[in-house]
């Protein structure tokens, strides 16, 4: 049985081996790998399968390109690895790592094909949007689209519009933003990667939730979460869930926010990534802030934290900063609050954050306007106010700084400006539909959630119904493999098996043949024994003439003998037997010593009606020892017991005399001058049948009156034989 598991077991392993062949092969190839290009090649095909499978063995495979850019002196090789980790920092927002590798290669001779070409392209316009010069980052987008575009590459193709997206997105051109949003999508669509598509639904709704629209974000994050779960994309249905919690917490919606937040963490850890876990701590402590449930969420940041700066991603730094900031404010803790304020400036300076920089630069001004210190209030604002003006960004983000100015002016009795920034503050508020129907905005986006939710159950129901499908189609033909599997191992098995038993059995009936002819030993070695004393008595009758005696004796002798070798070959007899045997050798012993002594035999009445088998002359011995050594005919009242009775179930024999003991018998010349067999013979013979029924019979032999140290008690424990077993 035990083989037939593990068959079972190679069998599955070797499904899943099969199931990561691509991986295997991939790594096979990395490590066999001739020459250092080679190498570098074959890892970050590697890389790129771990991007979207492990992200923990992702960051593994870059931390090994960071060793081979140390050990490479070749020009063209270190440029690619930089180019490599440029592209991951990037992605992990680490920005000061990202520009030190995009410096280096603008200064290095760069041989580029096309695919690295725009990727190369791509590298540059979001260092150009890191630094908010939009024009020339449109320019350098616009080259790059000519390019692929006369090559007909659409998943490059959607790439580059991804990035006109931001840009003009970060201008505030709400119809430039949406016409790339169409272009981006419809040439995702016609991509070779179905990843393209998914990626442009992420723009698509980071587009409506620039501009404030969450129910439209929300509809496209849907749409991206049907298409991952189709996909089977780990990475993108994390990401959907997490960007799902955080409009719903935008809008208010705080329970739904908790619900999808748990989704994308769940995900994340079968993903093993670590950074969306640490923005899924991140959110998870922006909501706890919302709940007013603050201990919690300084216990999120900081988890979020340790991930955050392992990696150096000044971005979400900041945002933890600024987060510990809005806590310490609401905590009345002025000092801290201005601490992390601080941080949270620096971090968003380095990572080239500008909108975050002027959203912290607003809420120092309200912290400074809560403390009444209006010249700085004053300064902070204006800083935000100007940024919004020479930017062009968009005002409604930052409404709330017009509102603080009015509060501030008033506050300095300068009612002419405060009634200028009250105005715009109800202008914007007027233009706004999103804001000015914020309830039912947040109502709408429940109601979708509920509704999408619903969408995603029936879709998971049909997909797990398609997936049962295609299970079935496969399990048919791994049966058909399975299934010849298993007869060449039944055969295997049974051969195995059939040769084991066969070898077993003829081992099990030696062994039982060799305990028969050692029970035969034994009871030839005491058979002798006995027959010499009982020809002493009929000697010393002859010797005393007395032919009466003689005939009793040798009437009761002939059918002891008869009893004994009709019964001796057997291995067990009833009891009944036994005792005549019993019976007729105690007379025999008894007539020989002229009386001189009585004996009783008793045996359970249960162990007659249960036919109980006993192990023929197995109390002789000892019963002849008692007489013999215990010279029970040299006492007054020498006496000999013999008892059979039940016993846990087993079978128990008690031989008790009165006569001289142990330790008396050891100072007649007769006990010096002969050995009895009799406990050697029996613990044999009960060794044997312990052997071979597994029981634990036993002998065991003790003073009977122990202060005196004189009489003998036999306990023999056996086995509880029936006749028809």
Known sequence: MKFVLFLFFLFFCSCFIASTNEEQQLIENYKTSKSTSKR???????????????????????????????????LEIKNRIHFLLAEHELKHRNIGFYKQHLNYLKNANFNLDFETNHRYNLLQIENYILQRN???????????????????????????????????????????????????????????????????????????????????????????????????????????????????????????????????????????????????????????????????????????????????????????????????????????????????????????????????????????????????????????????????VNEIKYLSTYKLLSTLYIRKNQAKKALEFELRYSEILEQNSTLKASAAVERMTEQNLREKRERVILYQKEAIKQQQQEQMIFNLKRDRQLYIIIIFAVLVIFGFIFNMLRSRQLELKQKQREMELSQSLLRSQMNPHFIFNAMSVIQSYIYSNEPEKSSQFLVNFSRLMRLILENSPKEFIDMELEAEILEKYLQAQKMRFENRFNYSLEIDDALISSNAMVPPMITQPFVENAIEHGQLHTLVDGKISIKFTAFNGMMKIEIADNGVGRKGAKKTKKAKSHKSMAINITKERIDIINLKFSTKGSVEIEDFDKEKETGTIVTILLPLHNENI
């Open 134 to 392: 939009y024009e020339l980052a449109k320019s350098k987008a616009f080259k790059d689209l000519k390019l692929v575009e006369n090559l007909r590459k659409n998943r490059f193709t959607s790439e580059t519009y991804a990035l006109l997206i931001r840009i003009y997105a970060n201008q505030n051109k709400k119809d430039s933003t949406f016409i790339c949003v169409n272009k981006c999508i419809n040439y995702a669509k016609r991509s070779d990667l179905k990843q393209t598509l998914l990626e442009a639904l992420n723009k698509n709704a980071f587009a409506f939730a620039f501009f404030e629209n969450y129910e439209g974000a929300v509809n496209k994050q849907l749409q991206l979460l049907h298409l991952a779960e189709e996909d089977k994309n780990l990475y993108y249905q994390a990401l959907a869930f997490r960007e799902i919690a955080n409009y719903s917490l935008l809008v208010g919606n705080y329970d739904v926010a908790f619900i999808y937040l748990k989704s994308s963490i769940n995900l994340s850890v079968r993903l093993k990534d670590e950074r969306s876990l640490a923005c899924c701590k991140l959110l998870s402590a922006r909501i706890n802030f919302e709940t007013k449930n603050y201990n919690q969420s300084i216990e999120e940041i900081k988890k979020a934290e340790r991930f955050f700066k392992f990696f150096s991603d000044q971005s979400n730094l900041g945002k933890c900063a600024h987060l510990s900031a809005l806590i310490f404010s609401q905590k009345k803790q002025f000092i801290q609050a201005l601490n992390y304020f601080q941080k949270a400036l620096k971090y968003f300076e380095n990572s080239g954050d500008f909108l975050l920089t002027l959203e912290v630069n607003k809420d120092l001004g309200a912290l400074y306007l809560q403390r009444n210190d209006l010249k700085l209030a004053e300064f902070y604002l204006n800083k935000t106010l100007h940024g919004i003006e020479n930017q062009q």
């Open 40 to 74: 570098i090649y074959h890892l970050e095909q590697l890389n790129n399968f771990y991007s979207t499978h492990d992200l923990k063995k992702w960051d593994e495979g870059i931390e090994q390109l960071k060793l081979e850019l140390k050990k490479t002196t070749t």
